[in-house]
């Protein structure tokens, strides 16, 4: 999975990404995608391209992700982006 995040300022990310769940015959789309796992990443100003291959030692299998990503910039924290790959 590859982001391209623009950064106003140096600071982290925290991604968290949710996998397509076809077990569940909930017509919710929140309740359709089961959290795969959380991955913090420091970044620079500007733009900046993120490759997440693996997530707690388990390499991302293909398919449709949600992702929400959190960007930190010294002590404040920016509004969440939310993405569907």
Do not use: E, Q
């Amino acid at each position: 999975m590859t982001f391209v995040v623009t950064m106003p300022a140096a600071g982290t990310a925290r991604i968290a990404l949710a996998r397509a769940d076809r077990a569940t015959g909930s017509r919710l789309a929140a309740a359709r995608f089961r959290r795969v796992g959380v991955v913090r990443v420091k970044l620079k100003r500007g733009r900046n391209v993120v490759r997440v291959k693996r997530v707690r030692k388990r390499k991302l299998a293909r398919g449709s992700y949600h992702a929400t990503i959190t960007p930190k910039t010294g002590d404040r924290t920016l509004a969440p982006v939310k993405l569907r790959r």
